[in-house]
């Protein structure tokens, strides 16, 4: 089954609006950001290093739970392993400003849309949406993509860096560029870019997350705060029972789906790998939420936040 391209009918209120992302657009969405959790704030603004909601390795003491391999043993709770004969590790609530990190898919599949916009233009939005908690919050904010030539976007804190990476979003997301190297090697750099207690947001086609190990999650979700954004469109999960045409490059392609195999490969297609991210990602300790072009993008904030990750 072919990646349908953007050729269905959308649904605008001006021409071209949904179809490539604007800065603009992406601008106003900080009115959006909820503003539940902001950091301390001196007269100026955001000021110094203000203790963070996350608990990592600083100064003053928060917690302990049971040690597990890779946690550091010098924070080893020496008196709790005694009294109960299991080995503990300390939990310290860390000061310093955290990174938020923005993963960005940028596979053909997601230069497409039926409803309001194109899956790549919500991705953007979603991802500024991001980048606008983080200047809430206080973080440093980075983003990359998949590419082995590109460097990542890197950290900075306030409007400065939610800017930047505003900035990247719009190239990236208004054409798919053309030396994508697929997600599992956007996550290798993100990988090398986090620090325990990070935050990484993935805005990705759910065809992608299939298409990585199961095994990469658990380990990033144990250390970082990480959610996924499965980027849908309402004909991707509800097509009707009947011929579809399709633009693929420079010849049309015709879908019946009133026929039950076309439908069976369509679900294989878009449904299978959408419902298999849903079920599966929050087993290993991922937050994950289907954003349908046609929601708004600021609807997934409430995943946010939520039972930060312990860091020893």
Do not use: C
């Amino acid at each position: 089954m072919p990646n349908p391209p953007p050729v269905p009918a959308m649904t605008h209120d001006r021409s071209g609006e949904g179809i490539v992302p604007t800065l603009q657009e992406l601008l106003a969405l900080r009115a959006a950001v909820a503003g539940r959790g902001q950091a301390r704030r001196g007269r100026h603004g955001v000021s110094g290093h203000a203790l963070s909601p996350l608990r990592g390795r600083g100064m003053e003491y928060a917690e302990s739970r049971e040690y597990v391999a890779g946690d550091d043993a010098r924070h080893i709770d020496w008196r709790l392993t005694a009294r109960t004969g299991r080995a503990h590790t300390k939990l310290f609530q860390a000061e310093r400003e955290r990174l938020s990190l923005i993963v960005a898919d940028t596979a053909p599949s997601m230069y497409f849309g039926t409803r309001v916009r194109f899956k790549s233009v919500q991705a953007a939005r979603a991802g500024a949406v991001a980048a606008w908690a983080g200047v809430r919050d206080g973080d440093r904010i980075a983003a990359l993509r998949g590419s082995r030539s590109e460097a990542p976007i890197a950290p900075a804190s306030g409007p400065r860096g939610a800017l930047r990476v505003l900035d990247a979003l719009v190239r990236w997301y208004t054409q798919p560029p053309s030396d994508d190297a697929g997600l599992a090697v956007a996550l290798d750099h993100a990988q090398r870019l986090l620090r325990p207690g990070s935050r990484l947001v993935v805005l990705a086609d759910p065809s992608s997350i299939a298409a990585l190990p199961a095994q990469r999650w658990p380990a990033l979700a144990h250390h970082h705060e990480v959610i996924v954004l499965l980027l849908t469109d309402p004909l991707e999960s509800a097509p009707p029972k009947s011929s579809l045409p399709f633009q693929a490059q420079d010849h049309r392609v015709d879908v019946d789906l009133s026929v039950a195999a076309q439908r069976q490969a369509w679900r294989n297609e878009f449904t299978r790998p959408l419902e298999q991210a849903l079920a599966q990602l929050p087993a290993r300790g991922v937050r994950v939420q289907a954003l349908s072009t046609a929601m708004a993008s600021e609807s997934w904030q409430p995943l946010l936040g939520r039972n930060p990750p312990l860091v020893a």
